[in-house]
């Protein structure tokens, strides 16, 4: 079986966006992952809504979108109406759970739940009838070029045993690169969120080719 990986389209050369969805599509990659940030729950600010928009018109590929923003609910509702399948908020960032999953799972997209690398994961049971996935982060997602978290793999493996016998999927996301992407499968990763490593050195076609080997 084929890793399933979801593009960060953050790493990837922005002028290049529409050819880049095509090569990605072509490789076989599932998704392509898409982060929002507001300069306000994280420093940054990345891709928007309106290129979010445009691409969609490009590419038949699951749109991921990860919402590192201090008012998720605000942008739920453009999301699903432009017909995005996955969009993640943090647990950070949600004082009622339930609602906010609630709007993304009454759109027709899965909801998912984000946890930074330095929150434990709670009691989750009761947001399993309107969660679909975690996301657990690996990366410090204030910085730049941040290094993979080693102690995150312990933290979704943990989870996936908690929780095992649910249908929750489980997503790692942030720093995957040649010498750790094993590791997170291994860990029970179901989907993997990788950026750099596919456009950095070489072409995107080569670099998938290191990932989308079969797993045992």
Known sequence: MLPRLSVSMTAAPLLELPQVLKVLQNAGVEMLHFDIEDGVFVPGITLGM?????????SPLKFDVHL???NPEAYIPALVGIGVERISVHWEACRYPLRTLGMIRAGGALAGLAFNPATALPQLEYCLPVLDFVDVLSTEPALQQSRFIPQALEKLAAGRRRYAGTPLEWEMDGGIEDDNFRSALQAGADVLVIGRAVFRGGTPEENLKRFLQPTP
């Open 68 to 70: 590192m923003v201090a």
């Open 50 to 58: 309106k290129i979010i928009e445009e691409l969609r018109l490009y």
